[in-house]
């Protein structure tokens, strides 16, 4: 009886064709060699790991794809990859998104919002995040804004354009105002940042998506508080249209030093001016502004 597998010599014979494709396909130094070679390919050479094919987009799709379909440390799987991350490179390239472009960045989040839910329990918890989804998510969309991950009780949006962000984030965040729960009325903070982040996939990265989360949590009370590099992109009249006033914040005297901060880096309180009279508007030195 022959038990040689199909495809196999039998008897020490030479190897037939799909053996020795089998063993190229999986020849550790052939694979390594088309890694090396995608590097001075157009585009992401990392092309095909899970963070740069999450999102839309027809290479992104093919790409999950061929995850799913391909073996693994095979010469099939980079030759696929490789095409495809040209694909996404050349799609980048007509589309005119040029790599790292600058966009402004939000980060959002519910203050007090774990203190809250420890008594409320879970129920009101869910019914609290459902509600405050319902009238936050619409205008930032509306402006188009994208979403870019929801995180609890916060989410992270990116925007072209920092003045229609801030307009956006003011409308999300007077409609927090809108919302009850038990008698409960939360409370949101913002961080507006502008810079160059990297976007990997669905995803972005990189030291201006850490300044624009270390600027949401200058907003300690509630407030809206953006950089000085979303602040010199916003025109004086356009602030005046805004409904808001500008207010530099002061590092506060008896607290360290914010991890992942430049020295020179300066944020601004935006004050609503129909809003002077509300628990949001302060004195600065309450808020160790």
Known sequence: MDDDPPGEPA???????????????????????????????????????????????????????????????????????????????????????????????????????????????????????????????????????????????????????????????????????TVEIDGYTPRMRVGVHTGRPQRLGSDWLGVDVNLAARVMERATRGELVVSQTTLERIAPDELERLGVTVKRLRRPVFAGKQDGVPDDFTMYRLRIRRQFSGDEEEDDTAAGA
Not at 42 to 64: I, K, N, Q
Not at 69 to 93: K, P, Y
Not at 97 to 113: I, K
Not at 160 to 165: E, F, R
């Open 11 to 177: 008897g020490g014979q030479a190897p037939t064709p799909l053996r020795w494709l089998r063993s190229v396909n999986h020849h550790t130094g052939a694979v390594a060699f088309l890694r090396r070679a995608r590097r001075a390919l157009p585009g992401d050479p990392e092309f095909g790991d899970p963070l740069s094919v999450a999102g839309v987009g027809g290479p992104r799709a093919a790409a999950r794809a061929a995850d799913r379909l391909l073996q693994r440390e095979a010469v099939t799987r980079e030759v696929s990859l490789g095409a495809l991350q040209v694909w996404q490179a050349l799609t980048e390239r007509v589309s005119g998104r040029p790599a790292n472009a600058e966009v402004t960045l939000v980060f959002t989040d519910l203050v007090g919002f774990s203190t809250w839910s420890l008594r409320a329990g879970d129920d009101a918890t869910l019914r609290l995040l459902r509600r405050v989804a319902q009238v936050v998510e619409p205008p930032l969309l509306e402006s188009g804004g994208h979403i870019v991950k929801r995180m609890g009780d916060g989410l992270m949006a990116v925007f072209t354009d920092p003045a229609t962000a801030v307009r956006a984030v003011i409308a999300a965040r007077a409609g927090v105002k």
